[in-house]
């Protein structure tokens, strides 16, 4: 009765489902390890998490933080942007606070298109986007990603006629571990300002990235028209703290203020203060996590190869995303791995249709638990499965 047609039209998920799935399992005894979420179970830095408890102290956070107290938070992202992107931004008007990037980016819809507008996001993609598009009333064109492409779309095929308000990326990649090259940012650029678009790029795992490998920021290919999404989820194990902030084209980040200003006041100043230390920590420490990371990457993806599953070997993010030979319902297979051997893993079908035939492991679990998840699913039927719903 109480539902809108807006959040009538937000997708269901399908982790609730698997979910169910994993209560099956325990009911049955069987040890779970859980390769579903992508939630980082390191710590964030200890500097970071000492700046938090001294603000707690301080009585001057107790208060609301109006715009003027985002400041510092706003220039260390600002010196962040430069110190490792070469970008140049103005905190006052062409950085944004925001409550983690899932945040921004519901309400950078909201702010930037109008009901009936047209979004091309990826697919497969991260499902909270199809949600936020549902939020905001958009029509969605879906971007396959392919493997032979490297999972990064092709631009230049899509129909001259298509103008869309905004074109949704995200590399390093949730859900394929993809990453992206600054020509690819700058061609993907040049098709958003040619057809009037505004490029958005979520970059939760900017620093998320293995050996000596850096993933480039869209804002290489200039501020104008281009808004990217930065968090501190991932890069600093902080996603708890809903932190994170925006930064570009001044026009849109103007609007996606004056949305938020109707919708919260700011993230609260501890968390404020933990965030811009955390920014502006050296590289050393702020990448600490991600070494932890790397060595899960080397132990799973060659146990998942050795089951004859196709792995791209990932740079960055804290994804396997494989392809599964003969696997055409990846939702049923996923639901019947969790009841049969406790390895829960995300179907690749929950990130869009391109995602069939695909399962997601996140890296979060020790490589010795990796290879054991491994190991049980070398156990599980392909294709046994039917969905049997509920
Ligand atoms: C692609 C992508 N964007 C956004 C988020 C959420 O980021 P935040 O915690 O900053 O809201 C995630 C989390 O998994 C993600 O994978």
Same mark, same amino acid.
């Given at each position: 009765?109480?539902?809108?047609?807006?959040?009538?039209?937000?997708?269901?998920?399908?982790?609730?489902?698997?979910?169910?799935?994993?209560?099956?399992?325990?009911?049955?005894?069987?040890?779970?390890?859980?390769?579903?979420?992508?939630?980082?179970?390191?710590?964030?830095?200890?500097?970071?998490?000492?700046?938090?408890?001294?603000?707690?102290?301080?009585?001057?956070?107790?208060?609301?933080?109006?715009?003027?107290?985002?400041?510092?938070?706003?220039?260390?992202?600002?010196?962040?942007?430069?110190?490792?992107?070469?970008?140049?931004?103005?905190?006052?008007?062409?950085?944004?606070?925001?409550?983690?990037?899932?945040?921004?980016?519901?309400?950078?819809?909201?702010?930037?298109?109008?009901?009936?507008?047209?979004?091309?996001?990826?697919?497969?993609?991260?499902?909270?986007?199809?949600?936020?598009?549902?939020?905001?009333?958009?029509?969605?064109?879906?971007?396959?990603?392919?493997?032979?492409?490297?999972?990064?779309?092709?631009?230049?095929?899509?129909?001259?006629?298509?103008?869309?308000?905004?074109?949704?990326?995200?590399?390093?990649?949730?859900?394929?571990?993809?990453?992206?090259?600054?020509?690819?940012?700058?061609?993907?650029?040049?098709?958003?300002?040619?057809?009037?678009?505004?490029?958005?790029?979520?970059?939760?795992?900017?620093?998320?990235?293995?050996?000596?490998?850096?993933?480039?920021?869209?804002?290489?290919?200039?501020?104008?028209?281009?808004?990217?999404?930065? #968090? +501190?989820?991932?890069?600093?194990?902080?996603? $708890?703290?809903? @932190?994170?902030? !925006?930064?570009? %084209? =001044?026009?849109?980040? /103007?609007?996606?203020?004056?949305?938020?200003?109707?919708?919260?006041?700011?993230?609260?100043?501890?968390?404020?203060?933990?965030?811009?230390?955390?920014? #502006? +920590?050296?590289?050393?420490?702020?990448?600490? $996590?991600?070494? @932890?990371?790397? !060595?899960?990457? %080397? =132990?799973?993806?060659? /146990?998942?190869?050795?089951?004859?599953?196709?792995?791209?070997?990932?740079?960055?993010?804290?994804?396997?995303?494989?392809?599964?030979?003969?696997?055409?319902?990846?939702?049923?297979?996923?639901?019947?791995?969790?009841?049969?051997?406790?390895?829960?893993?995300?179907?690749?079908?929950?990130?869009?249709?391109?995602?069939?035939?695909?399962?997601?492991?996140?890296?979060?679990?020790?490589?010795?638990?990796?290879?054991?998840?491994?190991?049980?699913?070398?156990?599980?039927?392909?294709?046994?499965?039917?969905?049997?719903?509920?």
């Amino acid at each position: 009765m109480w539902m809108s047609s807006r959040a009538g039209a937000v997708p269901g998920s399908v982790f609730a489902l698997m979910d169910a799935a994993k209560g099956r399992a325990r009911a049955r005894g069987l040890p779970i390890i859980d390769l579903s979420i992508g939630s980082s179970d390191q710590s964030p830095p200890e500097t970071v998490l000492e700046a938090l408890r001294e603000a707690t102290r301080d009585p001057l956070t107790y208060r609301y933080p109006l715009f003027s107290d985002t400041a510092p938070l706003r220039e260390a992202a600002a010196t962040y942007l430069l110190r490792r992107f070469g970008i140049k931004v103005d905190p006052e008007t062409e950085v944004l606070p925001l409550i983690g990037a899932q945040e921004g980016l519901a309400h950078l819809l909201l702010a930037v298109t109008d009901p009936g507008d047209t979004l091309l996001l990826p697919d497969p993609g991260y499902p909270p986007y199809l949600g936020a598009a549902a939020v905001a009333g958009l029509k969605t064109v879906p971007l396959p990603l392919l493997p032979e492409r490297g999972f990064l779309p092709d631009l230049e095929t899509l129909p001259e006629d298509l103008r869309p308000r905004a074109l949704l990326l995200n590399y390093p990649n949730n859900p394929t571990s993809a990453v992206a090259s600054v020509a690819f940012f700058e061609e993907a650029a040049a098709w958003c300002r040619r057809r009037g678009t505004l490029l958005i790029h979520d970059h939760p795992y900017a620093e998320l990235t293995f050996g000596d490998y850096r993933a480039p920021s869209a804002l290489e290919a200039g501020l104008n028209g281009v808004v990217e999404l930065h #968090s +501190l989820s991932k890069t600093h194990h902080m996603g $708890g703290f809903r @932190v994170g902030f !925006a930064a570009g %084209d =001044a026009g849109a980040l /103007a609007a996606l203020a004056r949305v938020k200003g109707a919708v919260d006041f700011h993230a609260y100043l501890g968390i404020q203060r933990a965030a811009t230390l955390a920014l #502006s +920590l050296p590289d050393a420490v702020g990448r600490a $996590g991600t070494a @932890v990371f790397q !060595a899960r990457r %080397d =132990a799973l993806v060659p /146990a998942l190869r050795e089951l004859g599953w196709e792995v791209q070997w990932p740079q960055a993010s804290m994804y396997a995303w494989a392809r599964v030979p003969g696997l055409t319902d990846s939702v049923a297979y996923a639901v019947h791995a969790a009841e049969e051997c406790g390895v829960v893993v995300s179907p690749g079908r929950a990130f869009g249709e391109r995602g069939e035939g695909f399962v997601r492991f996140a890296l979060v679990q020790p490589p010795e638990v990796l290879l054991e998840a491994a190991k049980r699913l070398a156990g599980v039927e392909i294709g046994a499965a039917v969905f049997r719903g509920g």
